[in-house]
């Protein structure tokens, strides 16, 4: 990996440009926010259900809302980073957070528990579109990997401590309690950034949020195999890790009657696997290829899966066949997402805003969709949230052999081409 951003020659900011260190922290801070929100309320989501009488569809929307506002948001966060630059849309994505986190706090019913939701995912949206789009302002594709892998690997404390937390808030304090954490992160957040994020935007695009350059824009972006291979990939593993998220709470909850306290450290042994996964991506990767690793972790995803929904119809009631399922797929995510994201955001240098926007409303959108039919189809068992899991890992591995390995096979091909033309 470059020793230093590549950002640092001719970045456009008053701001002296991070070290590695630095960039690696301030990106597992800004995507921190996607699994704080989800992670730190799960053990509170069938007591809300309690709490205003409503039924485990009527809950999800919780969930669902946030994913849909996420999606959508991101198409407009990811123009606005490429004509503003970075560092404003990621303040105003802080503020919002802290608003929606508030919002949520004093909610007097659902649906203002429901609206504050969506408030917490514009904010959401615009530091996470614009931490990927940092990524690729200052890094190749494959040093962005890396880095991304690392970033996942700190935001990895957010996934495991996250259910633990909000288990403990939980019992001690109630849902509100939740919110009301989420709303120092937030402040915590903002302040780091506005001491240490530079602007890393060199080129902004003044056209980039003009209607037809922005259509344009994301209609060649689509267009790029490269592009959809990573996308479908990526997409594929996101909703099974969504599928665990909006599912896990009345899996272990509802259906096998853990506390709230040891769901949340249940959620959090499963999401070792994720720390896993982001540590051992830059040894893999550096000692086999990324080819490989995406391959074998490809392999992993569906095989986990395979097991998790085989031990549920088989009938087994204990959370290990939950959780320990969970930890090997949330291995291969942790290996698979860093490459997916780098890699279909990496043809697009001048549009890494655009791109990685487009991807995340991908992400975001096909996990809603598949929450909200996950929410109605819950039976008081296990079966539709292992199914829905499993079929995401069998896509996963689908969309690797037959997408992403041809373009990776095309890409390693071009290098040697590259290479060979250089040396004569």
Known sequence: MSAEPAGTRGAVSNRAMPS???????????????????????????????????SPAQVQWTLSVFIAGFAGAQLAAGPLSDRFGRLPVVIGGCLLY??????????????????????QALGTCCAVVCARAIVRDLYDPVDGARVLARAFTWMAI???????????????????STFAALVIAGVAVLVIVLRRLPETNRHPDPTATHARPLLDNYRRIFR??????????????????????????????????????????????????????SLLLPRLSARIGLPATTSAASLLSMTAGVVLVAL????????AVVVVPMFFFLIAHGLIQPVCQSGAVGPFPRQAGAA???????????????????????????VPTTVAIASC????????????????????????????????
Do not use: K, N
């Not at 549920?312 to 959370?319: D, E, T, V």
């Not at 990685?356 to 039976?379: E, H, K, P, W, Y």
């Open 20 to 54: 590695t260190a630095m960039v690696i922290t301030l990106l597992a801070l800004m995507m921190g926010f996607q699994p704080l929100a989800t992670d730190l309320y799960l053990s509170s989501l069938p007591h809300l259900g309690r709490h205003f009488s409503a």
């Open 98 to 119: 802290i608003v929606g986190s508030l919002a949520g706090a004093l909610g007097t019913s659902l649906a203002m528990v429901v609206a504050a939701r969506l408030l």
């Open 158 to 176: 957010a996934v495991i401590g996250g259910p633990i937390a909000g288990g403990l808030l939980q019992t001690a304090w109630g849902w509100r």
């Open 224 to 277: 790029s195999p490269v592009f959809r291979a990573y996308a479908a990939a990526g997409t594929a593993t996101y909703c099974g890790v969504f599928a665990y998220i909006s599912g896990s709470s009345f899996v272990l909850i509802g259906v096998f009657g853990v506390t709230p306290a040891v769901f949340g450290i249940c959620f959090s042994i499963s999401a070792l696997g994720y720390l896993v996964g």
């Open 312 to 319: 549920a119809l088989a009938g087994w009631r204990h959370p």
């Open 356 to 382: 990685a926007a487009l991807l995340g409303f991908l992400m975001a959108v096909t996990a809603s969709l598949l929450g909200l039919a996950l929410g109605r189809a819950q039976d008081g068992t296990s």
């Open 393 to 424: 890992a069998v896509m996963v591995a689908v969309s690797v052999f037959a997408l992403v390995r041809p373009v990776q096979a095309e890409a390693h091909a071009r290098a040697a081409r590259d290479a060979g033309e250089a040396v004569r």
